[in-house]
C-alpha cells in the first residue's frame, strides 16, 4: 500500500516545484490538485496557485485526479501521508469529494476550493468559485441578441455530477426561456469534453440542420461543436461558449465561435493560496467560506484583450 | 379491505423513504423541503415568506438615501460609501449594492418589453439619472445581495439554490409593482429599491421593491 502511493505520488507530481528532500518531510508545501490539464482552463488555474505559493515560500505538489472521485481520494491519502500543509482543490464531484475534503481536515490539513463547489459547507475552509450563474446570464443575453430573440437552437451541458453544468444551464434558460420565439431543438452533455461535443454535434446536426445556434457548458465544447459545424460547412451557426479560453479567444477574432464568458480562474486560484497562506499564519482568512467571483462577457469587441484566463485594462 | 392494505403499504413505504430523507440541521429547515434541488422551490418560498417583508423590505427603507446623497457620497470616496452604506453580495468583482430612496420624473421608457424600464430624471436637468428596471425580466441579484447577513451563500447548498433566491426576490418586487397603463413621459415616480455600482462611472441599474405613479 505504501509503496504503492509512493509510486502513484512520483507518477502524478509531473510538476513538482522547489527542492524536496523526501515526501515525508515536506515541510511547507502546498498541494494543488485539479482535473486535468489538458483543458486550459485547469492548467491556467494550477499554474497560478503555483505561481503564487513559490511567490509565498511555499513548495508545490501539482497533481491531477481526472474528474475521477476515487483517484482523487488517493491523491488526497498521498497529500496527507506528504504532510502538505494546505489543499488548494479544483473537485471531482460535489458530493464525492466532501468524504475526501472531510479526510483532510481530520488529519490537520485545511482544503481551500476553486471553481467547483461541495455540497457542504463548514469541512473546506474556503470555497471560491465564479458566480456562474451571473456569467451564464451575460452569455445567455449575448446569445439572445446574436439570435435576434429567435429560432432553433441546441445546448451542450457540462459533466453532470458538477454543480457548474446546472448553473450554468439554469443561467441560460433564466434568460432564453423567456423569448418564446427561441425553441430549444436538443439538449445534450457532452461531459466538458472536445471530443464528446464534435461527435454529439454531428448527431445533432443530422437531426435537426435548421439548427441557427448552439449554447455551450463551456468552451472545450464550444470548440469541439464549432470544429463539427465547420466539417458540415455550417459556420452560419452561431456558438456561445462559457470560460474565456485562448483557443475560444482567437476563434472569436477569426469571426468562428461568436462570444464566451471569461472566468477569472487564475487570479481565482491566487486567491485561494492567498487565503491558505493567511489561514496557516493567522489561523483565519478573515473572509467567509464561500465566496463568488463576477464573470465578463468576451466577444469580438474585447477578444483581443484576454490571455490565459485575465483580462487586461 | 383490499384498500386498506394498498393504503398501508403506501403508507409504509412514504415512512421508510422520509425515514432516509438527509436534511441539512438548518432552522429553516424544519418543515422538511427535500435538500436537494428538488426541495429548492419549496424551501426558498418559505425563505420569502419569512424574511421579505418582514426583514428585507425594512432593512433596504433603512439603509436608503437619495440620489444625491448617494452620489456625492461615491464622488468623495467609493470605498468609504462602500463600507459605511454599501453591501458588496458574497465575495470578489461582485458590485456593490446601495439602497435608494428617491422621486423624479419619467424622461424615458420602454413598456413593450419582456425587460421594461424607466428613465427617470431626478435632478431637473432633463437627463436620465436612473433607470428602473420593471420586469419581468430583472437583471442581476441585487435585493439578494444588498442583505449578505439575511442571505448568506455559505449557508446555502449551492450556487444553484443561491441564484434561485436571487431570481425568486426579482421576481417578487417586480410582480408587485403596479404601472399605469397609457403613456408615462413627464409623470413624477417615486421608488424605493437598490442599485449595484461597480465604481462611480456605472450606470444606475436599479432593481425597485415599491414604485408609486403620481397621478
Given amino acids: ?299 469580438a469587441e474585447n477578444a483581443a484583450q484576454l490571455e490565459t484566463f485575465a483580462l487586461s485594462e | 379491505m383490499k384498500f386498506v392494505t394498498v393504503t398501508a403499504l403506501c403508507l409504509a413505504s412514504a415512512m421508510a423513504l422520509s425515514g432516509c430523507k438527509i436534511v441539512p440541521d438548518t432552522a429553516e429547515n424544519d418543515a422538511t423541503p427535500a435538500a436537494d434541488a428538488s426541495g429548492d422551490a419549496a424551501r426558498i418560498e418559505a425563505l420569502l415568506a419569512s424574511s421579505y417583508d418582514t426583514e428585507l423590505l425594512p432593512h433596504i427603507a433603512a439603509k436608503a438615501q437619495s440620489v444625491a446623497t448617494l452620489r456625492g457620497q461615491i464622488a468623495a470616496d467609493f470605498a468609504a460609501a462602500t463600507a459605511e452604506h454599501g453591501a458588496s453580495g458574497a465575495g470578489a468583482g461582485a458590485p456593490v449594492n446601495f439602497a435608494l430612496k428617491d422621486t423624479g420624473t419619467v424622461v424615458a421608457s420602454k413598456l413593450d418589453s419582456r425587460a421594461r424600464t424607466l428613465d427617470l430624471d431626478v435632478d431637473a436637468d432633463g437627463t436620465a439619472d436612473v433607470v428602473l428596471q420593471l420586469g419581468p425580466v430583472v437583471r442581476g441579484s441585487a435585493l439578494r445581495d444588498v442583505a449578505p447577513k439575511l442571505y448568506d451563500f455559505t449557508s446555502f447548498r449551492d450556487q444553484i439554490e443561491f441564484a434561485k433566491l436571487g431570481r425568486a426576490l426579482n421576481d417578487r418586487a417586480s410582480g408587485s409593482l403596479t404601472i399605469p397603463e397609457g403613456d408615462l413621459i413627464g409623470k413624477t415616480v417615486g421608488f424605493t429599491g437598490v442599485v449595484p455600482l461597480k465604481s462611480a462611472k456605472d450606470k444606475w441599474l436599479v432593481t425597485p421593491v415599491a414604485l408609486e405613479v403620481m397621478p
Fill in chain 1, 1 to 299: 500500500m505504501n509503496l504503492k502511493r509512493r509510486l502513484l505520488v512520483s507518477a502524478m507530481a509531473v510538476a513538482m516545484t522547489g527542492l524536496m528532500p523526501s515526501f515525508a518531510a515536506a515541510a511547507d508545501t502546498i498541494a494543488i490538485i485539479t482535473p486535468s490539464h489538458d483543458n486550459p482552463f485547469f492548467k491556467a488555474e494550477a499554474d497560478g496557485a503555483a505561481a503564487k505559493a513559490v511567490e509565498l515560500g511555499y513548495d508545490t505538489m501539482v497533481l491531477v485526479h481526472d474528474d475521477d472521485a476515487n483517484k482523487q481520494s488517493e491523491l488526497f491519502d498521498s497529500a496527507i501521508a506528504a504532510g502538505v500543509k494546505a489543499i488548494i482543490l479544483d473537485n471531482a464531484g460535489a458530493d464525492a469529494t466532501v468524504a475526501a475534503v472531510q479526510k483532510a481536515a481530520d488529519a490537520g490539513i485545511p482544503s481551500f476550493l476553486i471553481d467547483r463547489e461541495i455540497t457542504a459547507s463548514g469541512i473546506a475552509v474556503s470555497q471560491i468559485v465564479s458566480n456562474n450563474y451571473q456569467g451564464a446570464q451575460l452569455g445567455g443575453e449575448e446569445f439572445v441578441a446574436l439570435m435576434g430573440e429567435a429560432g432553433k437552437y441546441a445546448e451542450l451541458l457540462g459533466k453532470e455530477s458538477d454543480t457548474n453544468a446546472g448553473i450554468r444551464s439554469q443561467g441560460y434558460h433564466d434568460v432564453i426561456d423567456q423569448y418564446p420565439d427561441l425553441e430549444l431543438v436538443a439538449q445534450q452533455t457532452a461531459n466538458w469534453s472536445q471530443t464528446e461535443a464534435f461527435t454529439v454535434m454531428e448527431s445533432m446536426l443530422q437531426a435537426h440542420p435548421e439548427i441557427k445556434g448552439v449554447i455551450s457548458g463551456n468552451d472545450t465544447m464550444a470548440m469541439g461543436a464549432w470544429a463539427a459545424l465547420e466539417a458540415a460547412g455550417r459556420t452560419d451557426v452561431i456558438v456561445v461558449g462559457f470560460d474565456g479560453s485562448n483557443d475560444v479567444r482567437d476563434s472569436i477574432m477569426k469571426g468562428g465561435i461568436k462570444a464566451t464568458v471569461l472566468q477569472p480562474a487564475y487570479a481565482q486560484a491566487q486567491m485561494a493560496v492567498e487565503q491558505a497562506d493567511a489561514y496557516l499564519k493567522t489561523g483565519s482568512t478573515g473572509v467567509d467560506e464561500k465566496q463568488l467571483m463576477d464573470c465578463v462577457l468576451i466577444n
